[in-house]
């Protein structure tokens, strides 16, 4: 900072009162020199100068200033004093007095207090920037739907509690023992209503209207001021799960979180133990969940998609920068049991991926991995499902109930691409019957328990790739393998029936999916017109057993079943689960001999 003009000073200077008589004012302070610093009356009527010692009594604290004072002032202090209402000007200054002065120069309580400001000016602007403590930014808490007055703190706390009760074991995302809803309430505004508003949905319909609106609302605000914060993209997963059924914007909300994960740096692997501090530790794992959870996010869908290559749409982010079974081993004993199914999940999802690289491998090939895989299920269904494990669940809990599901989703994915890569006359065959109703079986349990409404997309597509696989392969089994593919999707479409709380849920459209499907495997594949051909209008199969096995039909089944489930099934509502799926359902004309060797 540079030193100030010295016409400035001087001005300074001279607004100091006057003294008239022995009577001291100094009208720009609320008080008055002590008592024993009044002047002495003078004849010539100029200005008193308090002796040096008294210039500190006001402010103490500017002794520490005074040497770098004297260094930016001394030399103008004779100007200074001689300046109009400086010191009396009959009174010579000596050479010796010059050379025995140490002291500050003796200024006005106008000039010590403007020339203290000016110091510590100087002072602040010099000093190094690692310093200088800067201001946290204030992060002004946002109104939420308890300020709005759309429901009570009471209300608020039955929802957080059928959140954690109810769904967070479907996304595995939140700490019961941390996001509270005081936490929550505090930290995050838009993780507070977007928490509110998902469990809305199944608890309160009434209120999920203007909740939803009121997160949507928050989170695209967020996202276009550039707000980055763990609770806005835990808010896009929440949101993105229990999405509408027809909403096609899931995959481009995962990328933004997964970007904004990227930027608050989630992929740092952590070397150190937790912190010693359980709400600090609990905070860690919260962002080390987060980012374990878009790593799933980014490849489930895809993964149960088509065969075709998903490595378009992904983000490369096949598994988490750490291991996952060590960090379920490191964090057991903070107690999130949701956390525990994680580990089957990442493998339900690693028997996924290979699978798709088995059923584009030659046969040779895809035997090789195969003895891997099945040692990877094997090792799994040990772990989670013996009761002789450390691990394992309790038989007939919730945990139980979905890694069963999974598991049994994965031996299936992984028998269809054996079936794909080595041909229906192997034993494969058989393997993916067995693995068929196994799978089956599993989800009739999931249904039983009411599991199916809060299991969103991934349930969906599970199961639609099940369908389209047995659709696929139907010409070329035998009669007796035809009536159990039927009475599998049977079971499966009397469940999703049952489930079925509207028209719009996820219940529903696999309901109609699987309808569908029954219809198309029940009318005579020799014309395409549906009326009068037999088929089951409430998909009870009541037809005579299906025909032996013929080449010459496989064309024209699957023309008549791309046109039978075209012309009644919610096409836009799978294209938003599958992106980049076409919606004329082609893939059903291709033929058997592309999809599965003989």
Request: with cysteine; aromatic share 10%.
């Amino acid at each position: 900072m540079a030193d100030p003009p010295l016409d400035s000073l001087a001005l300074l200077a001279s607004t100091a009162a006057p003294i008239t008589g022995s009577a001291f004012s100094e009208p720009s302070y609320a008080f008055s020199a002590p008592e024993q610093h009044q002047p002495v009356a003078s004849t010539s009527k100029q200005p008193y100068i308090p002796p040096a010692s008294s210039a500190t009594a006001f402010f103490p604290e500017s002794a520490q200033l005074l040497e770098p004072l004297q260094a930016r002032f001394s030399p103008n202090a004779s100007s200074l004093l001689n300046a109009p209402g400086g010191a009396s000007q009959g009174t010579p200054e000596t050479t010796s007095d010059r050379g025995r002065r140490s002291s500050p120069p003796t200024l006005s309580m106008t000039e010590l207090a403007q020339a203290k400001e000016a110091a510590l000016q100087n002072l602040t602007s010099n000093a190094p920037p690692a310093r200088v403590r800067q201001p946290e930014p204030i992060e002004v808490r946002e109104s939420d739907p308890i300020d709005m007055h759309v429901l009570s703190e009471l209300q608020a706390g039955q929802l957080f509690e059928h959140y954690h009760t109810r769904m967070n074991a479907f996304i595995i995302l939140l700490d019961p023992f941390l996001h509270t809803v005081n936490y929550v309430r505090n930290n995050s505004t838009v993780l507070f209503t977007s928490i509110l508003a998902v469990s809305a949905k199944f608890l309160r319909p009434d209120l999920y209207p203007m909740l939803i609106s009121s997160a949507r609302h928050l989170t695209g605000r967020a996202i276009i001021d550039g707000k980055v914060s763990l609770g806005l993209i835990q808010s896009i997963l929440l949101q993105v799960y229990w999405k509408e059924p027809e909403d096609r914007t899931a995959w481009l909300r995962i990328g933004e979180a997964i970007r904004m994960g990227f930027q608050l740096h989630l992929h740092d692997y952590r070397t150190t133990p937790l912190p010693d501090d359980e709400t600090e530790a609990r905070q860690t794992m919260d962002r080390e969940r987060t980012w374990i959870d878009l790593c799933a996010f980014d490849q489930t869908f895809f993964l149960q998609g088509s065969a075709e290559d998903d490595a378009y749409h992904q983000a490369n982010m096949h598994d988490p920068v750490f291991s996952v079974p060590a960090w379920l081993e490191e964090t057991k004993r903070y107690g999130v049991v949701d956390d525990l199914e994680q580990g089957a999940d990442f493998e339900w999802m690693k028997v996924q991926r290979l699978s798709k690289d088995i059923a584009r491998a030659p046969a040779a090939s895809a035997r090789s991995i195969a003895q891997h895989v099945q040692g990877l299920l094997d090792a799994s269904y040990a772990r989670y499902l013996e009761s002789s494990s450390s691990d394992a669940f309790a038989v007939g809990s919730r945990s139980w109930i979905r890694v069963n599901f999974w598991l049994s989703a994965a031996s299936l994915a992984f028998a269809r691409a054996m079936l794909t890569a080595v041909g229906t006359d192997s034993d494969w065959t058989a393997k993916w019957l067995l693995a068929s109703s196994a799978f089956v079986d599993a989800f009739e349990i999931v249904a039983k328990h009411g599991y199916i409404a809060y299991w969103q997309d991934t349930l969906g597509i599970t199961l639609f790739t099940m369908g389209e696989f047995c659709l696929k392969i139907f010409a070329k089994l035998y009669p007796g393998d035809q009536h159990a593919i039927l009475g599998w999707m049977e079971r499966i479409y009397r469940a999703c029936e049952a489930a079925s709380s509207d028209t719009n849920s996820t219940a529903a459209f696999i309901c109609r999916f699987f309808q569908s499907c029954i219809r198309v495997v029940c009318s005579p594949p020799a014309s395409t017109d549906t009326e009068g051909s037999g088929a089951v209008a409430a998909g009870v199969a009541v037809m005579p057993p299906p025909p032996a096995p013929a080449q010459s039909h496989d064309g024209l089944f699957a023309k008549h079943a791309a046109f039978s489930i075209g012309d009644n099934l919610d096409s836009s509502y799978w294209e938003s689960l599958l992106p980049g799926m076409t919606t004329d359902w082609s893939w059903l004309e291709q033929p058997m001999e592309d999809l599965v060797q003989t």
